[in-house]
């Protein structure tokens, strides 16, 4: 399966963005779907995460709160709502699929896509 993370781009801090992770080539709804970061000079981290029916959800301790992840299997995408934007939050986004038994493990997630930058201003 193909992704494609889309939805980013610069805002100030206190606003919020919507990123869009479409899949192509194989339905995404048999996965679950994560969302992770990298910002410069940092490692990648897990930022959340959604089953395949939407049926759990998982978020890092900074995305709590904040941040909120969805899917339309009909759609065969998946969504992270991001909302009251911190500057700490600019990174590189990218979502990944990983097999719905699989731990939330970085190295479990199987097919990942290519990422969407946010820059968030202070």
């Known amino acids: 399966v193909q992704l494609q993370a889309s939805g980013g781009g610069l805002v100030q801090a206190g606003g919020s963005l919507r990123l869009s992770c479409a899949a192509s080539g194989r339905t995404l709804n048999t996965y679950a779907v994560g969302w992770f970061r990298q910002a410069p000079g940092k490692e990648r981290e897990f930022v959340a995460d959604?089953?395949?029916?939407?049926?759990?959800?998982y978020y890092a301790d900074s995305a709590k709160g904040r941040f909120t992840v969805s899917r339309d299997n009909a759609k065969n995408t998946v969504y992270l709502q991001m909302n009251s934007l911190k500057p700490e939050d600019t990174a590189v986004y990218y979502c990944a699929a990983r097999n719905p038994i699989a731990t939330i493990n970085p190295r479990n997630y199987n097919f990942w896509g290519r990422g969407t930058l946010v820059t968030v201003s202070s």
């Open positions: 959604i089953t395949w029916n939407a049926g759990r959800t």
